[in-house]
């Protein structure tokens, strides 16, 4: 899975010359809280709602409401703009794209192809959405959790052939590794969750859960 798998196309921009006001206007209509910069098509800066409140007044000025008015108006983009962006390249990986998220602690990266042009951004709301679709939330079915104490080789294979073997369809599968076990939690197209515990425990897997999941 890639970032441009994931990634927000269809983007609302600004330039350089853009007022803040217009910025801001602009996040507020959009429902946004980051604004690429970008001037002939190549992106120089971002923009975001902590770097225009960085750049109000303090509410300790003593400066007159007009006298603010004049400055913001006179305040543009280029001027409260982060200049040195991190940005990804769209055939990154997910994964690559969280850790450099997580490392530099950034809620957004510019997804920018080799020719150096945007093809869209990456946020963390962006995340969120490819999680709850790589663990299919929406899709329904019967999640259960299987304990394994002693993991080996195979073992997800046999777990999946059994299941298939009694037509059973999986829409998901996240390992966990933990210290002293592992925990296999396996997403089946199914409402039959009865019928699958029965099945997992005959074969003599431990089920820790098992629950039906709306499809939303």
Do not use: C
């Not at 997804?111 to 709850?132: C, H, M, Q, R, S």
């Not at 299919?136 to 299941?163: P, S």
């Not at 076990?181 to 997992?200: A, C, F, H, P």
């Amino acid at each position: 899975m890639s970032v441009s798998d994931f990634m927000t196309r269809n983007l609302v921009v600004v330039q350089p010359e853009t007022k803040i006001f217009d910025a801001v206007d602009l996040m507020k209509k959009n429902d946004i809280h980051r604004l690429p910069v970008l001037e002939n098509g190549q992106l120089v800066g971002i923009i975001t709602e902590g770097t225009i409140q960085e750049a109000m007044p303090s509410k300790a000025t003593s400066l007159s409401v007009y006298e603010v008015n004049y400055l913001l108006n006179k305040t543009v983009v280029k001027d409260v703009m982060v200049k040195n962006v991190l940005t990804i390249h769209p055939d990154a990986s997910l994964e690559d794209g969280i850790f450099e998220m997580r490392q530099n602690n950034v809620g957004v990266l510019p997804v920018v192809n080799k020719d150096g042009k945007v093809e869209g951004i990456i946020t963390n709301n962006d995340i969120f959405d490819a999680f709850l679709k790589i663990a299919g939330y929406h899709d329904g079915g019967t999640r259960v959790q299987i304990r394994i104490l002693e993991d080996h080789k195979g073992i997800l294979a046999n777990i999946t052939k059994l299941l298939a073997d009694s037509d059973f369809s999986i829409l998901t599968v996240i390992v966990n590794h933990k210290e002293t076990e592992t925990i296999i939690e396996l997403q089946v197209k199914s409402q039959e969750s009865d019928k699958i515990k029965s099945i997992l425990l005959e074969a003599g897997y431990d089920v820790v859960e098992i629950m039906l999941m709306t499809k939303k």
